[in-house]
């Protein structure tokens, strides 16, 4: 079901090329394109960002590259890398951005999977990764370094961008044209981009990305939250992430937005100050960051202070909870919240960057409540979103007007959502993929005879169309009871507690739910030193009895909300975070649960010892 009015007609003739070039006519002076990292570096209008585009696509036709060819990118967020892509998507070319944190081997599979003739990197960094598997690559010809110091030397394979800038830009002064038709050639339903699942299960899947997927799923969005043109954004994460690619690549096109790139993801709460954007998109742990680093700032202050901020909180919390549930907000309690808001609170967001914010959201996992109600309290609204790489990132969506608290929204224009009889989650709509792609370079498609593509979702729809998502088919826990258990709610719960960074819940095949909880890093010092504890280290705080009774306190909360089957009979804490280098989390940071397991075989074992 879908409430939204249709964008489809919109969406007709038009391609991400196309617009690239009104926005070079009719927003030629507006600002495109700024870097954060390098202070010194000029922000690209629209009209200098597409003659940019221009140079780099006719030297990357000059290197032979043609349409329907991949391109595969390894670089951090920086205007390289949305020149490069853009470039592609001129020539016709299918481009497709590695995450940075692939191994060898990974990167291998990918580029012969992908059959891709020519790789962009940024530098030696991601130079490393490829340098044991080159010749094993027998389709690629040619590496584009945009850093020309980390090129081997004596290896023709390798040129820097800006040759192949230069290159192209004397072909262009030239004969300006020949870009233009590169444009008019695209069609509405080519394929566009290529986004490889990060591969919580067995090998990644090449998602295919048409034009036509990704303007529709930028205007669905654009007008679901009434959002208007030429908004300010960072990109911070990868750009390899469906919603960093839709959201900084695609979508500012569209709105002829202003993205301003960061290569670091952990400087981007400074960044916020910077830039003070108009919209922000945060995976759930970086705004339980934002949370916990709040929390803890709040311990620190007087305790008269401290008293009318949480006060201010919990009164701006009232009025979410209220709206969530559907009710009116009563007109005294509407005043009140609205003096406290810009006496108390807007300072706060000013202080933090985000007293500009149209839009905020949050996706790729689920965001506890807890941490939603928190920042709602700071007078920020965190509009949820469910979706897929195979659905060009958001289907439903929470907005301003129409949210509900714990749920993911309602489905986006001209798209459905249903329920199977198993309880799994099916879309059908213009957001859905053309397909996967295939050795041969064909791209096969994935929905069923009627157009429904199986997510893998396990979730719920409410009379009112409002989503709800549960876990993943392949990730519930069948206890050796028989209960279908679902952990990631079990998870969320204790993510609650600032001290708890991550966790996995365990218990397939089982006779009760255990748990791995990892140790905050970040918070747990600034936590222990706030109360006098001096234990030196994160793997000392773990063993701290101080530490070791708030964790039993964080479980028993989550307890109290769980049915009994669900709740956490024991649990083992542990101080070394998961990261993707150290290979428990995928790119995007979901759990790789079954390297987990097998990692801490022992640990798990012990918590099921009599």
């Known amino acids: 079901m879908t409430i939204q009015p249709s964008v489809a007609n919109q969406v007709e003739g038009q391609t991400v090329a196309g617009l690239l070039r009104r926005n070079a006519t009719e927003f030629a002076d507006l600002p495109a394109l700024s870097s954060l990292d390098d202070a010194d570096r000029p922000t690209l209008s629209w009209g200098e960002l597409r003659e940019e585009i221009a140079a780099f696509a006719r030297g990357l036709a000059d290197l032979g590259l043609r349409a329907g060819q991949r391109m595969i990118i390894m670089s951090p967020s920086r205007p390289e890398h949305v020149i490069a892509d853009l470039a592609a998507a001129n020539l016709a070319v299918i481009s497709c951005t590695a995450y940075s944190t692939l191994s060898s081997d990974q990167i291998r599979y990918v580029v012969n999977h992908s059959a891709a003739p020519v790789a962009v990197l940024a530098g030696a960094e991601e130079l490393e990764r490829w340098l044991p598997v080159l010749d094993d690559l027998p389709n690629l010809e040619h590496i584009v370094m945009m850093d020309a110091d980390a090129i081997p030397a004596g290896d023709g394979r390798f040129v820097s961008a800006e040759r192949v800038r230069e290159r192209g830009a004397e072909l262009h002064r030239s004969n300006p044209d020949a870009f233009e038709r590169l444009t008019d050639d695209i069609r509405t339903d080519d394929p566009l981009c290529m986004i490889y699942t990060s591969g919580t299960t067995g090998a990644p899947k090449g998602v295919v990305l048409s034009h036509r997927n990704t303007i529709h799923e930028a205007l669905a969005v654009r007008q679901l939250h009434d959002a208007p043109m030429h908004m300010s954004n960072i990109a911070y994460l990868p750009l390899a992430h469906v919603a960093e690619r839709v959201l900084s690549i695609y979508m500012p096109i569209v709105h002829a937005g202003h993205v301003h790139t960061l290569a670091d993801a952990s400087g981007v709460v400074g960044a916020l100050g910077t830039v003070r954007p108009d919209s922000f998109f945060g995976v759930p742990r970086v705004w339980e960051k934002m949370v916990a680093g709040m929390k803890n700032m709040l311990a620190g202050v007087d305790e008269q202070r401290r008293e009318e901020l949480l006060a201010a909180n919990e009164l701006l919390q009232e009025g979410y909870k209220l709206r969530s549930a559907g009710k009116e907000v009563p007109a005294d309690l509407a005043e009140r919240i609205a003096e406290t808001d810009e006496n108390v609170l807007a300072p706060i967001r000013q202080m933090l960057g985000l007293d500009r914010l149209f839009l905020a959201a949050s996706g790729a996992a689920a965001l506890p409540t807890e941490v939603l109600y928190f920042i709602a309290g700071l ?153 006098g504890i001096e234990a030196g ?74």
């Open 379 to 531: 007078g920020i609204e965190i509009q949820e979103v469910w979706g897929l790489s195979e659905t060009t990132g958001a289907v439903t969506a929470n907005t301003a007007s129409a949210f509900r608290a714990g749920t993911v929204g309602r489905p986006l224009a001209d798209v459905e959502v249903a329920v199977a009889d198993d309880g799994e989650l099916l879309v059908r709509g213009p957001i859905v993929f053309p397909g996967y792609l295939q050795e041969d370079g064909s791209i096969e498609p994935a929905t069923d005879a009627d157009g429904w593509f199986a997510t893998g979702d396990i979730g719920t729809i409410d009379e009112d169309g409002f989503v709800s998502v549960t876990d993943r088919k392949k990730e519930l826990i069948i206890t050796a009871g028989g209960k279908n258990i679902a952990p990631t709610r079990i998870e969320g719960l204790l993510k609650e507690h600032p001290l708890i960074g991550q966790t996995i819940a365990i218990g397939d095949d089982r006779p009760y739910i255990t748990a791995l909880i990892v140790l905050d890093d970040e918070i747990a010092p600034a936590w222990a030193s706030s109360r």
């Open 537 to 610: 280290d994160v793997a000392a705080l773990a063993e701290h009895p101080e530490i070791r009774a708030e964790i039993d306190r964080a479980v028993t909360a989550a307890n109290e909300r769980l049915a009994r089957v669900e709740q956490i009979k024991r649990y083992h804490l542990l101080s070394e975070a998961w990261s993707p280098d150290s290979g428990e989390l995928t790119p995007t940071l979901k759990l790789k649960r079954r390297v987990i397991t097998n990692r801490y075989d022992t640990e798990i074992e012990s918590l099921y010892e009599s």
